[in-house]
């Protein structure tokens, strides 16, 4: 009647790729899989289209345009790292969809790569999607299996 023992919707989070997830301690990084920056889940994209997991407003787009920061609408910092130590290639391969200040909406394009040449380099693929405020959420669930860009759901959470 008056709301009490409801359970709350938990928060979704979707994928930046379309590929496989990998538990965040399998990336090959220690700054990724010890969860330095934040704790969330990588996927091992097989397109280099990469969307926003969230909505939001982009906080950061490196200048390497490898990595970008978002400020969701619901308070959470999410960094989307596209591969390991790209940040080498020096925007190489990388085209920005996006620039700071943007508003973004699940799904919408942040980002092209072009996963073939990354590759080529000798540059692990796994794009980290990392929640940098951690401690704003509890119940943090992650996903496995396959995935496809902005569509599906990667984690799920419930704010603290």
């Known amino acids: 009647m008056f709301g009490f023992g409801k359970k709350k919707t938990a928060k979704e989070i979707l994928a930046t790729q379309s590929g496989s997830l990998v538990p965040m301690e399998q990336v090959p990084d220690d700054v990724f899989a010890k969860k330095i920056l934040g704790d969330g ?6 397109d280099g289209k ?3 997991p969230v909505d939001g407003v982009i906080s950061n787009v490196t200048d390497t345009l490898h990595a970008y920061g978002i400020a969701s ?13 790209t940040v080498e290639l020096k925007g190489e391969g990388f085209q920005a969809l996006v620039k700071e200040g943007d508003h973004v909406k699940a799904g919408d394009p942040l980002a092209q790569v072009d996963l073939e040449l990354v590759a080529s380099k000798g540059y692990p693929l796994h794009t980290p999607i990392i929640i940098t405020n951690i401690d704003e959420i509890t119940d943090l669930h992650f996903e496995q299996g396959d995935t496809i860009a902005g569509e599906t759901v990667v984690m799920t959470y419930h704010h603290a």
């Open 41 to 46: 889940i990588a996927v091992l994209p097989t």
């Open 50 to 52: 990469v969307v926003s």
């Open 73 to 85: 609408d619901d308070g959470l910092d999410i960094l989307v790292h596209i591969g390991v130590n």
